[in-house]
């Protein structure tokens, strides 16, 4: 990624925190609070940005079987989330090297259809398997999810800010 002049380089990521941030998002998820239509998908959100930011380490395999997890936990129908979070991964992979480029409000109306679309997914599945519309609120998830991405962006990036461990030999 081509840093902005004047910010510094991003530490590599740690593995073990892709992986701890996915479980925190599936455990979010998996809460019991009163599913509103209008909530948002917190794992959809880690999902693009991990895709987005570690495209080789987090794809859509991950994605599906995330998925999985997600209609065996909600009893729905079998690969609803899991086609939902593929076409997202697939999305964030294919957006990847053009989303970094803007800053990330920007970054925010740009994963805004991709959310979009993954709700949508959703939505038709349920509706072609014989399910009832959930309403009007259910369009405005994507639009929070959008709103989540700075703060998601935030946060996840915060452990590769930290500062290089000082050594005499290295000018950084």
Do not use: K
Not at 108 to 117: E, G, R, S, T, Y
């Amino acid at each position: 990624m081509i840093m902005p002049r004047g910010e510094p380089l991003l530490l590599p990521v740690n593995p073990v925190f892709i992986v701890a941030s996915l479980a925190a998002g599936l455990a979010i998820n998996l809460l019991p609070l009163g599913r509103v239509v209008w909530m948002p998908d917190v794992l959809m959100v880690l999902l693009v940005f991990w895709g987005v930011h570690q495209p080789l380490r987090i794809g859509m395999g991950v994605a599906f079987l995330l998925g999985l997890c997600m209609d065996v936990s909600q009893s729905a129908l079998l690969g609803q989330h899991a086609l939902a979070y593929t076409v997202l991964s697939f999305g964030a992979i294919a957006i990847h090297r053009r989303l970094l480029w803007f800053s990330v409000p920007s970054q925010a109306l740009q994963v805004l259809p991709l959310f979009a679309l993954a709700h949508a997914t959703e939505l038709l599945l349920r509706m072609v398997s014989g399910g009832i519309f959930p309403g009007l609120w259910s369009f405005l998830a994507p639009l929070i999810e959008a709103l989540l991405w700075p703060l998601a962006s935030w946060v996840l990036l915060a452990p590769q800010r930290r500062p290089p461990d000082s050594d005499q030999n290295r000018p950084l």
